[in-house]
């Protein structure tokens, strides 16, 4: 009878010991986890805190920021029309560049904007991504 309870004992210690060497590795992945979470914390307000800069130096380096957008965007389209003309009929690109030249084109006979209308503002903003990725 003292042979089994010493075995049962043993058993139990062991378990106890798995659990508490598991709770200890839950533990650290969690500090971990906070840890990485704290990092991208950090990282999210810096990138906050430029843009508050950013905004504070006032309108005078967004308006350049905007007329060199412009002008990228001018010569972008300048450069998809060429392409499309010198390039073959039966090309699935190409076609998808007409289209969208087409598109550009029937887009700028309707210069009034219309409410729910945002295609401004997203070309605007892929403009943007477009310099930040340059940068």
């Not at 990092?39 to 990138?47: A, F, G, N, W």
């Amino acid at each position: 009878m003292w042979a089994g309870f010493q075995h049962k004992h043993s058993v139990v210690s062991e378990l106890m010991c798995q659990n508490t060497q598991c709770l200890l590795q839950r533990t650290q992945q969690a500090m971990e986890r906070k840890v990485s979470l704290g990092e991208d914390l950090t990282h999210i307000l810096r990138e906050f805190n430029d843009a508050l800069e950013d905004f504070s130096k006032g309108p005078c380096e967004s308006d350049d920021l905007l007329k060199q957008l412009k002008e990228q965007q001018t010569s972008y389209d300048r450069g998809l029309g060429d392409s499309s003309t010198s390039s073959s009929q039966g090309n699935s690109l190409n076609t998808s560049e007409e289209n969208l030249n087409q598109s550009m084109a029937s887009a700028r006979q309707h210069p009034n904007a219309k409410l729910g209308d945002t295609r401004e503002l997203e070309n605007y903003i892929a403009d943007l991504d477009k310099v930040l990725d340059d940068l």
